[in-house]
């Protein structure tokens, strides 16, 4: 399967474009989260334009959702009120 995402495309008039990617697998000790909504800021984009982010890379630093596959080390619900990798 797949899902939407912005991705880096040098080509793309502003080095991003709205894409395909397969749908990513959670590690061991990670959630997987079903995105609602994103944004795009200005550092995301001048991540893109900079060359620094490899081309096909999944752009976006704020987004909100549901966690759809939590940590099977979990007990249960959680909920996050700020993330940062």
Known sequence: MS???LVV???AP???RLGEVT???PGP???LVEVSHASLNY???NDARSGRVPVGAV???DAAGVVVRPRPT???PRWAREWWP
Do not use: C, M, N, T
Request: no cysteine.
């Open 59 to 61: 752009l976006g630093s």
């Open 23 to 25: 749908d990513p697998v």
């Open 14 to 16: 502003a080095a991003v």
């Open 3 to 5: 899902v939407r995402a």
């Open 43 to 45: 550092g995301d984009l």
């Open 9 to 11: 495309d040098p080509s």
């Open 74 to 76: 979990e007990p249960g």
């Open 29 to 31: 000790d990670q959630v």
